[in-house]
């Protein structure tokens, strides 16, 4: 399994207060990902990393921030939580494709709730 | 800008039957198509992946998926389906035309396998 932890692994907060999730990876992978996972839609982006200091939006970016200082942790902010931010966060890791993995690896997987 | 399909949110199959997740895609250049498993309460692991080739990918698991150009498919099949395979199926694709190596994925397929 590569190395990918998230942490915390479960996390209840209230509205209207600001929560981080931190993705931490050992492969030394140049691409992060963060991923919501809902109901009926699968997985969505909300934001991407292609190296240190370097990172996109995403599908579902709305009301997220992401940081990226060092290559092998990728951390998420959600500004102010809101009840529709409740879900199940998941980061994932690739190589470029470049280097002919074409895969994305993923972590186990936050559960947030946001009452 | 790239979609997957998977018309079926739900299957139930037999013990022992044959099984068929279907998947239809867009995407605007060459497709890597990608279908991961998800068990309850756990991360995706990847079953199979298409980038080019053999258009008849075996996975892990006894899995295999055909990709078919001309239907904008990438079906997954098992001839045997065994109780430990109920779980959450997904497909992906990206591509060679995608800098984030980003992945698009659908909405997911549950199995549900009786006795």
């Known amino acids: 399994d590569a190395g990918i932890t998230q942490s915390p692994r479960h996390k209840v907060t209230e509205t209207g207060t600001p929560v981080t999730l931190r993705c931490h990876q050992t492969e030394n992978h140049r691409y992060m990902y963060w991923y919501r996972q809902d109901p009926g839609h699968g997985l969505r982006l909300i934001h991407y990393s292609y190296g240190v200091k370097d990172t996109d939006k995403g599908e579902v970016s709305d009301g997220y921030s992401v940081s990226r200082s060092k290559t092998e942790d990728f951390l998420l902010t959600l500004e102010s939580a809101t009840s529709s931010q409740t879900s199940v966060y998941f980061c994932?890791?690739?190589?470029?494709?470049?280097?002919?993995?074409?895969?994305?690896?993923f972590g186990p997987g936050t559960r947030l709730t946001v009452t | 800008a790239q979609s997957v399909t998977q018309p079926d949110i739900h299957i139930t199959v037999s013990e022992g039957a044959s099984l068929e997740l279907r998947c239809n895609y867009s995407?605007?250049?060459?497709?890597?198509l990608f279908w991961y498993v998800q068990s309850p309460g756990q991360g995706l692991q990847l079953l199979l992946k298409?980038?080019?080739?053999?258009?008849l990918v075996q996975g892990i698991k006894g899995f295999e998926a055909e990709f078919k150009r001309s239907q904008s498919s990438f079906n997954l099949r098992k001839p045997s389906v065994h109780w430990s395979d109920a779980a959450e199926y997904f497909c992906?694709?990206?591509?060679?035309?995608?800098?984030?190596?980003?992945?698009?994925f659908g909405g997911g397929t549950r199995l549900m396998v009786k006795p």
């Open positions: 298409y980038f080019s080739g053999d258009t």
């Open positions: 994932a890791i690739s190589e470029s494709w470049t280097s002919g993995s074409y895969q994305q690896y």
């Open positions: 992906a694709v990206g591509g060679s035309n995608n800098a984030g190596n980003m992945l698009t």
């Open positions: 995407y605007g250049a060459t497709p890597y």
